[in-house]
């Protein structure tokens, strides 16, 4: 230990060093000490003892000894006990908690649905039910020995600008009536027992941006997810962080302007996307608006999308305008950005086969000036399970990243 170091800097340091090598076990494992030392530049002393204490804590197990060929004591392989913990998801709508609980291999081990009839604008009696549903979870994955699973962290996701500071404040959620900034993540805890699981609060769509950018098979280092459900929104992910920028607001495609002189947003600008591409804006132009405030979203998309395939005049030109302005806002976020993939989810994926002619036409000139230029535009992958798919991602890469939230197995039941 360096003596210089004030002693929260050497834990510190410490706990990131037991990330790195529960990662690279994870990532690479099985493995044997003497690779993780050189993949993670740590001195084999310090991985031998990084080893013993992540054992220790029940999330590295030793495989038998490999039978090599070679003269000397083989090596015993490393690999990742996924089932020490688990992480949980909790997507919260104004309808219902969507819940779902994974082991550290990422493997979903538990789903189910709470459905809720809160008031809006009381955040605290949202608190009560997600802390009521943390401390269920934390108890059925426990047994009496403690041998775990252990509920390692939870991560809450939820439509509204998440500021990204150590508070993590929920700026404004209009959909759940809170129109002023709630700190969600501390009323949570508040609600836990002493000692209990972390928890974190994150953007729904920054989440399902993240989930989006894990499932590519592919090397990108930007991706930009444009959604539409109620209205427009998205996420950033670049060099594979979600991207909140200085207030938590990055990543609203549905606010690009896309027209000088368009009409007036809810937002306080002209022309945004959403004025063209939002699923009122569609469907009011192609007849449908009737249908959607008297059926719902659900009624009004069924009927466009048979509309569509039939060719009717009027829907086809609904979507070719919003295909209009989602290229334009396109060619914003890009030329800002230089993402490499462009996500569509929601109604926009299910929009994909009849939007996509028209945005690739309109990119034809920037391609054509920048022959390197590779945007791909697709539609989503995970659709309305990516929100949880990336909350599960995330909260599973934090405990990777920092084991230290795991505590040490009870000492009469190690093996
Ligand atoms: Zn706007």
Redesign the pocket.
């Known amino acids: 230990m360096d003596p210089a170091l004030p002693p929260t800097d050497s834990a510190a340091i410490r706990r990131r060093n037991l990330g790195l090598v529960l990662r690279h076990i994870a990532d690479h494992g099985p493995c044997a000490r003497t690779e993780v030392a050189a993949a993670t530049g740590l001195a084999h002393g310090s991985v031998t003892a990084l080893v013993a204490d992540l054992t220790d804590r029940g999330l590295l197990r030793e495989d038998d000894a490999l039978r090599s060929g070679t003269r000397g004591r083989p090596g015993r392989p490393l690999r990742l006990a996924p089932e020490r913990a688990v992480v949980a998801a909790i997507q919260i709508t104004s309808e219902q908690l969507r819940v779902a609980v994974c082991d550290l291999a990422g493997a979903v081990v538990g789903r189910e649905t709470v459905p809720h009839e809160l008031a809006p604008g009381a955040p605290e009696d949202m608190a009560d039910l997600v802390a009521a549903v943390v401390t269920r979870i934390g108890d059925t994955a426990a047994d009496d020995l403690g041998r775990g699973p252990v509920l390692a962290r939870v991560v809450v996701a939820m439509a509204g600008p998440v500021r990204d500071d150590a508070a993590q404040t929920v700026v404004v959620a209009p959909d759940f009536g809170w129109m002023r900034p709630v700190g969600l993540r501390e009323l949570i805890t508040d609600r836990l027992p002493d000692s209990a699981v972390a928890v974190d609060v994150v953007n729904d769509a920054n989440a399902a941006a993240l989930a989006e950018f894990h499932a590519l098979k592919r090397d990108s280092r930007g991706l930009v997810l444009i959604e539409a459900g109620t209205g427009i929104g998205g996420g950033v992910v670049l060099d594979g962080r979600i991207h909140t920028g200085s207030h938590g607001i990055a990543g609203e495609p549905?606010?690009v302007?896309v027209a000088m002189d368009g009409p007036d947003?809810?937002?306080?600008?002209?022309g945004?996307?959403?004025?063209y591409a939002g699923p009122e804006a569609v469907f009011a132009t192609a007849g449908l608006a009737d249908l959607l405030h008297d059926k719902g979203l659900q009624a009004a998309q069924a009927s466009l999308l048979t509309l569509l395939a039939a060719g009717d005049a009027r829907a086809t030109a609904a979507i070719d305008t919003a295909a209009q302005a989602l290229s334009a806002a396109i060619l914003s976020i890009t030329a800002l950005l230089d993402a490499d993939e462009v996500v569509l989810g929601g109604l926009l994926a299910d929009w994909f086969p009849w939007l996509a002619p028209v945005v690739d036409a309109r990119l034809t000139g920037r391609r054509a000036l920048a022959p390197g230029l590779d945007l791909r535009i697709t539609p989503s992958a995970l659709g309305a399970d990516g929100i949880v798919v990336g909350a599960l991602g995330f909260a599973r890469r934090a405990i990777l990243s920092d084991p230290s939230a795991v505590p040490p197995l009870p000492a009469a039941t190690r093996s």
Not at 265 to 270: D, I, K, L, Q
């Open positions: 549905g606010h302007p947003c809810v937002c306080g600008a002209r945004c996307l959403v004025c």
